[in-house]
């Protein structure tokens, strides 16, 4: 047989790992309400599917964006030969508009600083061509979306090197960490191109504060190198603190037009935000004139279909609607978000407290049986499997501490959660008899570091702690 | 300071070749038949726009196809947030259906086999990178599209290895130039992979023949080399000899499947390009689960994927567009040529694509690719049309030019034509001028002119490099 590429026969499109095995378990067997009640649910999609109804109310009163129409006329001809690379200027307008938005306004982006990809995954991998070379590092802080050890890596040859983040500190970022890492890949011969960040977090839910962003500005200032920041959640954040964009802490630096700026880029995409996923829009905000001239050639790869591009260059137009669709999202977000914390509450499971986000980084490590990555995927198996709910362990994700999972609450209904969490509660309940004492001599060692960092609130939780005392 | 990547600063993209010059020049100045009568016109951009109108009015009835409308508003949330790399079952089976369609029903698609890309562009970057490594090569008969030194080569590191095809026949493809192109790639230390045909050829206009094919075939499994056919202009077969798809010849030699592949596109076919719907269909089950996978780098949107599916399964419209399409392309290149005959300008016999490939030969001042280089800049500043000329497809002989014809309305077409008249009466004039002189009083009849075809004037942009008008 002709041979294939060894990218085509290797293992680094990640689909191997267990966040998308536990994909295909739920495609296996996945729950309805009505025609499969016992199925898996999925809670490991971080998709918004809260806000439909402002989009398709928003839908039916302007009937002529959804129909290739504009005052009237049929602009069908003119879409389907539009192509251009540049895109479709009143939908980069209105991109970077709904951008500025989404941060308060405190800082305006140049749509000729914007390029159109086939959703962020096409964006992130487009940023690796551009900035590395096949051998090249890029720094990430753990832990991460899985999805970026094939979008950044596979095709491109870059290598990506962990900033080991711990529960601790909360998983921020720390000085130590950055040098740490960045002493790692010299170690292995690889040259350190850049730091890429998600702000606000996949899986964390959290936002970056501004002394994190700070120290990246100082780190990346200092080895002079690139930093990317995967903004594709800034419209999630729901409570404070507010969203600080890396752009502001440079603009609040005054570090415009230095040599930092440029080597900031910024990734963007309606998948979260806007709830958007299958249309596939992406973009990536370079202030380097030179990467947005090289990714914009290298988007012929991965094009916005000029059909989405003018349906949501007239839904971002209108200013009415995307404040009132920013200003309900964060309400249904937020209202959603703390009801999987009770729901989690009241089986005995505590999170990370967050403010974004499409889920919950979920503390588990009381109910392994051991401070193992086993345990972890021991007590995985049993989730997806007996429970029947569908989340992402934090070994996917590349956390170092196992006992941790990713928890979406915005893709199902309420009823559904619901479910969700009292099977999750009837799960730990059975446990709790058989296996709990064994495992709180255990923990005694870690309760005095965590105690103070999370809200832990709930009784059964304080019983033990009070015996432990 | 730390620098960008090579792939990113280089030429890789392939932008300076005079393929893109020439739109550059369109774009500084481009034809409108109110105000700008005098500007270029574009002829160097194959595009389909002859059916717009066939196409528009199944569009308006039936707005359920467009997703978004009253009556199509019911799927928006579920299509919205389809973005399952195997794209949606409707869709696949739409488009393997429209591709048996397109080759009379004599083969038969597996939407199972059908991977989306972000156009035939992202579709050839994906199968090079799923096929080759960097350093490898593939093989490519000239002339060959501009675009495939930057779709294949780019990003990848492949390389691209020519099999020189001549005018002495018709630039056929023959087992000695694709041994020699073979022979060529060893010495050079290069490991080919495969060898990528069009057909029906860009820039030629021809199909390849059944005996041509089978040699293509036998040579790939004789190597054991990938065969890669780029059938995006499948549809445009627009008079005898019939469309002989790849898919056709495997099942009548013998063939091993697990080398060929077919890249597909509705750019050309149906005139889309802006919707971004590109087709890897490969017979080998490994390169379709990579594929696959890889296409998470330029999904279709599944807006467009609601639009096509709805429109490619409706087999009286898809019979009908077929059937009208080939109908409209055969008129206007019969036109085009019969025309260009008239003043003495041959071109290479074709029954497809959007374009002609055009002889210039004889107005050579020498025969170099120099004088090409002149002899085109001449045509854009002077003529003011914007060919493409053949050295930028990697032709190896000096003179000829592809030039678009299915890309503008009828009234455009004769602004050219009269154009090009105009310059041929000049350049005969000053050749032989006493002969050719009473041919001043040529006038030929406009009342070949499509009657109810004449569309609204061109507003969009039609190259990559033009800036939106918005």
Redesign the interface.
């Known amino acids: 047989m002709g041979v294939l590429s060894r990218k085509a026969t290797c293992n680094s499109h990640g689909q191997d790992s267990s966040y998308f095995l536990g994909w295909q378990e739920y495609e296996k067997n996945p729950y309805d309400e009505v025609t499969n009640p016992h199925g898996i649910i999925q809670m490991g999609l971080a998709e918004n599917q809260l806000s439909f109804d402002l989009l398709e109310s928003w839908l039916a009163k302007n009937p002529d964006a959804a129909s290739f129409r504009r005052d009237g006329q049929s602009i069908f001809k003119e879409l389907a030969l539009f192509q251009d690379y540049h895109g479709l200027p009143a939908f980069k307008n209105a991109l970077v508009d709904f951008m500025a938005e989404i941060r308060g306004n405190k800082v305006t982006f140049d749509p000729n600083h914007i390029v159109l990809t086939a959703g962020a995954t096409s964006a992130n991998e487009t940023l690796m061509f551009c900035l590395a070379e096949q051998g090249d590092a890029f720094l990430l802080p753990t832990p991460y979306y899985p999805g970026f050890d094939r979008d950044l890596k596979w095709r491109t040859g870059v290598e990506i090197v962990p900033i080991e983040c711990t529960s601790s500190n909360r998983f921020q970022i720390t000085a130590s960490a950055l040098e740490k890492a960045y002493e790692q890949a010299q170690k292995k011969n690889l040259r350190v191109k850049g730091v890429l960040v998600t702000n606000p977090s996949n899986p964390l839910g959290t936002s970056m504060t501004r002394d994190e962003l700070d120290l990246l500005v100082n780190f990346i200032s200092d080895k002079e190198i690139h930093l990317i920041s995967d903004e594709i959640y800034s419209g999630t954040v729901f409570s404070s603190p507010a969203f600080v964009s890396i752009m502001e802490v440079l603009k609040d630096r005054n570090l415009e037009k230095t040599e930092v700026w440029e080597r900031v880029h910024i990734v963007y995409s309606l998948s979260k935000d806007l709830g958007l996923p299958g249309f596939r829009v992406g973009a990536i905000y370079s202030n380097d004139p030179i990467v947005v001239a090289a990714a914009t050639k290298m988007s012929s790869f991965g094009l916005v279909s000029s059909q989405t591009q003018y349906l949501l260059s007239a839904m971002l137009s209108d200013k009415k609607f995307t404040k009132e669709y920013i200003a309900k999202n964060h309400k249904r977000l937020q209202k959603r978000r703390s009801k999987l914390v009770a729901g989690l509450e009241k089986a005995g499971i505590g999170c990370l407290e967050s403010n974004a986000g499409l889920f919950c980084w979920v503390d588990m490590r009381h109910l392994l049986s051991s401070d193992t990555f086993e345990a972890e995927m021991e007590l995985w198996k049993r989730i997806v499997y007996d429970v029947k709910l569908n989340i992402s362990p934090g070994s996917s994700c590349h956390c170092i501490e196992p006992g941790w999972f990713r928890v979406c609450f915005a893709n199902m209904s309420e009823d559904t959660l619901k479910l969700a969490m009292q099977r999750l509660k009837s799960f730990v309940g059975s446990i709790a008899v058989n296996d709990r004492s064994h495992r709180d001599l255990k923990n005694s060692r870690r309760k005095f570091r965590t105690k103070w960092v999370f809200r832990l609130s709930f009784q059964s939780f304080h019983d033990r702690e009070q015996d432990e005392r | 300071?730390?620098a960008?990547?090579?792939?990113?600063?280089g030429n890789g993209?392939g932008?300076n070749s005079p393929y893109f010059d020439g739109w550059k020049a369109y774009e500084t100045n481009p034809f409108h038949p109110k105000d700008r009568p005098d500007g270029v016109i574009q002829m160097g951009l194959a595009?389909n726009?002859l059916c717009?109108n066939f196409?528009?009015k199944w569009?308006?009835e039936h707005?359920e196809a467009?997703?978004?409308?009253?009556q199509?508003?019911a799927k928006?949330?579920e299509?919205?947030?389809?973005?399952d790399y195997h794209g949606m079952p409707e869709f696949r089976q739409a488009v393997a259906k429209f591709m048996g369609k397109v080759r009379g029903d004599r083969v038969k698609f597996d939407p199972d086999r059908v991977v989306m890309s972000?156009?035939a562009?992202?579709a050839h970057?994906m199968v090079a990178?799923?096929?080759?490594?960097?350093g490898?090569a593939f093989l490519v008969p000239t002339p060959y599209y501009p675009g495939f030194d930057?779709?294949l080569r780019?990003?990848t590191g492949v390389e691209l290895v020519p099999v020189v095809c001549e005018s002495s026949n018709d630039f056929k493809i023959t087992r000695n130039a694709l041994e020699t192109a073979y022979e060529k790639a060893k010495e050079a230390n290069l490991r080919v992979?495969?060898l990528l045909i069009t057909n029906p050829s860009n820039p030629l206009g021809t199909i390849l023949d059944r005996e041509t094919l089978k040699g293509i075939v036998k040579f790939i499994n004789e190597k054991?080399?990938?065969l890669i056919g780029d059938e995006i202009y499948a549809a445009t077969v627009f008079m005898e000899p019939e469309f002989v798809s790849i898919s056709e010849i495997i099942e009548e030699v013998e063939c091993?499947r697990?080398?060929i592949h077919i890249v597909y596109s509705l750019?050309k076919d149906m005139?889309?390009?802006?919707?971004?719907v590109g087709i890897v269909y490969s017979y080998?089950d490994?390169?379709v689960s990579?594929a696959r996978?890889?296409s998470?780098?330029?999904?279709?949107?599944?807006?467009?994927q609601h639009?096509i599916a709805s429109m490619l399964s409706d087999d009286g419209f898809v019979d009908s567009f077929i059937v009208e399409s080939k109908d409209r392309l055969f008129k206007r290149h019969k036109y085009f040529t019969w025309s260009l005959s008239q003043v003495g300008i041959g071109s290479l016999k074709s029954n497809a694509g959007l374009f002609i490939w055009m002889d210039l030969r004889k107005l050579l001042k020498e025969k170099t690719f120099e004088a090409e280089m002149d002899l085109w800049r001449v045509i854009i500043n002077e003529v003011k049309l914007n060919v493409s000329p053949g050295s930028s497809f990697h032709c190896n002989e000096p003179g000829w030019f592809r030039v678009c014809f299915a890309n503008m309305d009828d009234h455009t077409m004769e602004v050219a034509l009269l154009r090009i008249r105009t310059f041929m009466l000049k350049h005969n004039e000053a050749m032989v001028p006493q002969k050719l002189c009473r041919r001043s009083s040529l006038k030929l009849s406009l009342s070949r002119r499509r009657d109810g075809f004449m569309?609204p004037s061109i507003?969009?942009?039609?190259?990559?490099?033009?800036?939106?008008i918005?």
């Open positions: 300071m730390v960008i990547s090579k792939i990113a600063t993209h932008e595009e726009q717009f196409i528009k569009v308006m707005p467009s997703l978004c409308s009253a199509g508003v928006f949330k299509t919205a947030l389809f973005q972000g156009g562009t992202g970057e990178f799923c096929l080759a490594d960097p490898e930057r779709d780019w990003r992979k495969g054991n080399i990938h091993n697990d080398l750019s005139g889309f390009p802006g919707f971004r080998n490994a390169v990579c996978k890889m998470s780098f330029g999904l279709v949107s599944s807006q467009t639009l569309s507003m969009s942009p039609q190259s990559p490099l033009v800036r939106a918005n």
